[in-house]
């Protein structure tokens, strides 16, 4: 069956796919005049692109399925003799077995050696990653050490307008009910905590957290929070029918 595909004018480009033997990711594209073009010239322009020297490459002119179509065995004669198309594919054959293209290291980094430096070496630098983190490591506690300082007096401050008895709002959710409980709780976590019985069983437990009694209340209505959470106040226990239309 006939080819349905025209020769392009001599004077026209094409653009053709360059692929290579030794790259098996290697892709490029190169556009050339079929007829001012000779395979020596375009050997010399293909060197440029992979490396290969042109004493060491044999090029294929391929179709765009990848079939061979011709070897490109004569340097002086135009790329033209040999009818390239549109989309065809030049594939460059490395025939050195030392070219630098050969072996894989150039697309397989594993096969490439990686300079290694032992841990003497490197701490005898002047400066290094490893002296920087361990120069700003008291710093850095220093600063953390102040932050937990500091967080932990201001909610000392904070449990200190709060006292058992109190009646309190909890948020979120302006939850109402009584203070059971104000100070450290050090199995919940770092600084000051607040225990809360709610008027309603909106809360988790009944005052036992972890095993450790913090108060006693019925079961679901004890809730153990930060004290930021608390407002303490003139807050009575609301009537549940308050809201309701007569």
Not at 195 to 205: A, F, N, R, T
């Amino acid at each position: 069956m006939a080819s349905s595909k025209l020769h392009l004018p001599a004077d026209d480009s094409v653009l053709l796919l360059v692929t290579h033997s030794n790259l098996s990711t290697f892709a490029a594209d190169i556009r050339v005049s079929p007829q001012q073009t000779t395979v020596e010239a375009l050997k010399d322009k293909l060197w440029r692109k992979t490396g290969t020297a042109v004493a060491s490459m044999r090029l294929q002119l391929r179709d765009d399925t990848g079939a061979k179509v011709a070897d490109l065995e004569d340097d002086a004669a135009p790329l033209a003799a040999y009818g390239p198309y549109n989309g065809y594919r030049i594939h460059v054959v490395d025939l050195d077995p030392s070219s630098l293209t050969s072996g894989g290291w150039l697309e397989d980094t594993s096969l490439v050696d990686k300079y290694k430096m032992s841990d003497e070496a490197y701490d005898k630098l002047d400066t290094n990653f490893r002296k920087f983190k361990e120069k700003m490591a008291p710093k850095n506690s220093a600063s953390s050490q102040d932050d937990k300082q500091q967080s932990e007096k201001q909610m000392e401050e904070l449990c200190s307008k709060i006292k058992v008895g109190d009646r309190c709002e909890v948020e979120p959710g302006a939850k109402r009910g009584t203070v059971k409980f104000v100070g450290k709780a050090e199995a919940l976590g770092r600084g000051f905590w607040v225990g809360v019985q709610y008027d309603e069983p909106l809360g988790k437990h009944d005052g036992m957290v972890k095993g450790i009694r913090f108060f006693e209340c019925p079961q679901g209505h004890g809730a153990i929070v930060r004290p930021e959470k608390v407002k303490v106040g003139d807050y009575p226990e609301r009537d549940p029918f308050e809201e309701e239309e007569i």
